[in-house]
């Protein structure tokens, strides 16, 4: 088990909701939660008899105050919604674990303290408005369908344990409902994950990341391998001439922990078995985050520059390419009045050759089982005892919006592709139909993936714009049918 949350709860969201969820079933269709309004909990708790003010002089980020407002609510239940207060109560906290913390004591000022001051609640002691904040910050989910975004806890949710390469993925609905899909056909008596930081970070940042944020250390079979999965994703090639082989941490599970050393933090080549310290890969890397922090954004060009800057010196997998080539497979195009089909043909297979790759990457780390219903057997599915015997058409992945990005960046350029090719060289019927058939099939990929996405994030809308090109791209597929005879659309 890695940093599981046992313990479930009906919770709050913010800004303002209660969110008790409705359903627990993980079969391959919704955990749905919904919210009903809880805003008073502000109004209530501040003593009217006090004449205290908080002078708001900075208008374009939230005022420092906020930060007690999720706080404030969960404490607001232990008197106006009992059975909420005690399964809030029971979650985890990890309080032992963030007393050793900087953000502990600075939680105890600008939190414990100020509540207990400001708003007048002297029945909490400190420790308990601080047992509060653990539970938000271990428990908590960003939700990103406001601006900026907030932070909501769920039920369902608090059940699921994490793990680098989850078997479960989330989405959130435009009111902020939490949805959770697995991601394949899970066991009966197996573990449902989710990942609770990035699965594009490298090891040593999604570890340090967890430790700060959830205060435990993943010991998962990812982190463990220092080739992650076989990826080389946190690799730097090895200098030692003329090796062509790539640098590996030694104990990735001791980078960055207490118990790290100069002893066992070294870095190996696995080709050459040449032995580097830690801090010289640190330097590199720091190097390479520097130069990527002043990219400009949105720049295909930069984006093009910094690959050809770095590729000596990373492996093509690592993290921080991968991070470029994401952006870089998006931005093809968007900088042409005409769209793909501006660009110069040197970019259009740029595109399709990032995109395959980054595709093939994906679904490596964190893998999707795209499942055609009635691919499992109802014999096969009953025998396994599997959770997943309702399935969807399709199974999503805990990086499903990546991936359906991918799929949808890279239907549109299969499809300008062939067109190309049909106007310049005159292509056989067949043969584009074959090109434009492959084009449905990434969109319709794209269009299972994204379609919980709220439209109010680019994926969603992503997700609208694929459902009106499958129509378009289904019109045009009837149309050659009728031209060329019998032929699968």
Same mark, same amino acid.
């Given at each position: 088990m890695y940093g599981v949350n046992r313990r479930p709860t009906t919770?709050?969201?913010?800004?303002?909701?209660?969110?008790?969820c409705q359903g627990g079933r993980l079969q391959g269709k919704l955990a749905l939660v919904t919210l009903l309004p809880v805003r008073e909990a502000e109004y209530k708790a501040k003593d009217p008899t006090l004449h205290l003010s908080v002078s708001v002089k900075t208008f374009h980020q939230p005022h420092p105050t906020y930060q007690c407002l999720l706080v404030l609510r969960c404490l607001y239940q232990r008197d106006s919604n009992p059975d909420v207060w005690k399964k809030l109560q029971n979650l985890e906290s990890h309080c032992e674990e963030r007393r050793k913390t900087s953000r502990y004591e600075?939680?105890?000022?600008?939190?414990?303290?100020?509540?207990?001051?400001?708003?007048?609640l002297q029945d909490f002691s400190e420790e308990q408005i601080l047992r509060v904040c653990g539970i938000v910050q271990v428990n908590g989910h960003e939700v990103p369908v406001t601006e900026p975004p907030h932070v909501a806890i769920y039920e369902t949710a608090s059940l699921l344990e994490h793990h680098c390469r989850p078997n479960c993925s989330k989405s959130f609905t435009s009111s902020g409902g939490l949805i959770i899909r697995t991601a394949e056909p899970i066991l009966k008596g197996k573990h449902l994950s989710i990942c609770y930081s990035d699965a594009l970070w490298g090891t040593a940042n999604r570890r340090h990341h967890l430790s700060e944020t959830k205060f435990f250390w993943c010991t998962c079979e990812r982190c463990a391998d220092p080739t992650e999965l076989g990826t080389f994703f946190s690799a730097i090639r090895c200098k030692n001439s003329p090796c062509d082989g790539y640098l590996l941490s030694e104990h990735p599970l001791l980078q960055g922990t207490p118990e790290e050393t100069p002893l066992n933090s070294e870095w190996r080549c696995h080709t050459?078995?040449?032995?580097?310290?830690?801090?010289e890969v640190l330097e590199t890397l720091e190097k390479v985050g520097r130069y990527l922090s002043s990219m400009e954004k949105g720049d295909p060009r930069s984006c093009e520059r910094f690959q050809e800057q770095f590729e000596n010196l990373l492996h093509p997998n690592h993290f921080y390419l991968t991070d470029v080539q994401l952006a870089l497979a998006q931005l093809y195009g968007q900088d042409c009045p005409e769209g793909l089909q501006g660009i110069r043909d040197e970019d259009l297979q740029k595109k399709i050759k990032l995109c395959r790759q980054l595709l093939a990457l994906v679904d490596h780390l964190v893998p999707c089982k795209l499942l055609v219903l009635g691919t499992y057997s109802q014999d096969y599915l009953e025998e396994n005892q599997a959770l997943s015997t309702t399935a969807d058409p399709a199974g999503a992945s805990a990086e499903n919006r990546v991936r359906g990005v991918l799929m949808f960046e890279l239907h549109a350029v299969v499809a300008e592709e062939a067109r190309r090719r049909a106007n310049r060289d005159g292509m056989d019927p067949g043969e584009f139909r074959d090109r434009l058939l492959e084009s449905k099939r &990434? $969109?319709?990929?794209?269009?299972? &993936? $994204?379609?919980?996405?709220?439209?109010? $994030?680019?994926?969603?809308?992503?997700?609208?714009q694929a459902r009106k090109n499958l129509e378009d791209l289904n019109v045009l597929l009837q149309n050659i049918h009728v031209t060329i005879g019998d032929s699968p659309i």
């Open positions: 919770e709050l969201n913010g800004p303002g909701y209660l969110t008790p600075e939680d105890r000022v600008a939190v414990a303290q100020f509540v207990r001051h400001f708003f007048n050459c078995r040449v032995v580097v310290p830690v801090i &990434l $969109l319709t990929d794209a269009a299972f &993936l $994204l379609q919980y996405e709220p439209e109010v $994030l680019p994926e969603g809308k992503m997700a609208v």
